[in-house]
């Protein structure tokens, strides 16, 4: 465990306990049932993850006029496909997707608080949230962009999306080259919750993903 | 120093050490973060609040930890404005007073989220 985790026992005990009162309340009063939590994260936690994003992004990959509607209207493209219910709801509602190309980079950040595209990508890594990331790819996305290892000339432009509560954004990150006669099920494998956020490209063939 | 936190760190300081791929990577630091997680989305689900409104409470918690003083701020801890969004609209819309209607009870039927 690194130093992050070495919170003060009674500031992380009382957040503990302050959640734990609340539902005991809204299940003693009848708002939520003993289930009704568990549910909703197991759903979330089968359903909502980054293997969702991976399938969009592979399809555009091979498919460049399902590709050319996703970026149109990316809630519409993206039921076209056949992914878990509730794609729509539980924010999948604004969900809109921005393509990689050559000359352009794209990044997806949130200045005020995690507006993430769940349905997609599954929840979002815990640096994301950070102040001082959201601040530093706010302000200078290049530079931050180099630190993570993604590589950029400099003609290429690099266009900053800021996830709000009206829009979602995601990244459809450019074909590694060298993946011709791939699947779209092995080209799935190559996309990561990063590269789908643009923080980093998709995987070279037989680098791995996982 | 400033409240601003925008100002705070340093440029060179690179990202912090949870800053890695895929792999091993943790949603939640703690059991409590993951329950209040759930607890919000579920009441939001089952249409006790629009999401939206969770949302601006948790920006409104935030905005307030970045404009205080920086020695009334303490460690950032991303749940702990979650849990404070979280409360306080659970107190707003009454959902533990006595006679607070339930989503499906109400007049013109329930709004889903979904």
Redesign the interface.
């Known amino acids: 465990m690194?130093?992050?985790?070495s919170?003060p026992d009674d500031?992380?005990a009382a957040?503990?306990a302050?959640?734990?009162a609340?539902?005991a309340?809204?299940i003693e009063?009848?708002?939520?049932s003993g289930q009704?939590?568990?549910?909703?994260?197991g759903y979330?936690e089968s359903e909502m993850t980054?293997l969702n994003g991976r399938r969009i992004v592979a399809r555009a990959w091979v498919d460049p006029a399902f590709s050319d509607r996703l970026v149109a209207d990316t809630p519409k493209a993206v039921s076209e496909l056949d992914l878990p219910v509730?794609m729509?709801?539980?924010?999948g509602e604004h969900l809109a997707a921005v393509r990689n190309e050559p000359g352009v980079h794209n990044v997806v950040i949130c200045t005020?608080?995690?507006?993430f595209p769940w349905p997609v990508l599954?929840?979002p890594?815990?640096?994301y949230?950070?102040?001082?990331?959201r601040?530093?790819a706010a302000?200078?996305p290049r530079?931050v962009l180099t630190?993570?290892g993604v590589p950029l000339d400099d003609d290429t432009e690099v266009r900053v999306w800021d996830s709000s509560?009206h829009s979602r954004w995601f990244v459809v990150p450019q074909r590694p080259a060298g993946t011709d006669g791939m699947t779209e099920d092995e080209l799935a494998e190559l996309v990561?919750?990063?590269a789908m956020m643009g923080v980093?490209l998709a995987a070279a063939p037989g680098a791995g993903?996982? | 120093m400033s409240g601003d936190h925008d100002d705070d760190f340093d440029p060179e300081a690179g990202f912090h050490p949870s800053c890695v791929g895929d792999v091993g990577r943790p949603d939640f630091d703690a059991p409590w973060q993951r329950r209040a997680f759930g607890l919000a989305v579920a009441l939001s689900e089952f249409g006790h609040y629009p999401w939206e409104e969770f949302q601006q409470r948790l920006i409104g918690a935030i905005g307030a930890w970045q404009d205080a003083p920086s020695d009334a701020e303490g460690r950032w801890e991303y749940y702990e404005h979650w849990v404070a969004a979280l409360s306080g609209l659970v107190d707003d819309r009454g959902l533990l007073e006595p006679g607070y209607v339930m989503p499906e009870d109400r007049e013109g039927g329930v709004t889903h989220a979904r």
């Open positions: 690194t130093e992050r985790f919170y500031r992380e957040s503990a302050q959640v734990r609340l539902e309340l809204l009063k009848g708002v939520i009704t939590v568990d549910k909703v994260l979330f980054p509730g729509a709801g539980a924010e005020l608080c995690s507006c599954g929840l890594p815990y640096w949230k950070d102040p001082v990331f601040a530093r302000r200078e530079v630190e993570l509560g990561t919750t990063e980093a993903t996982r």
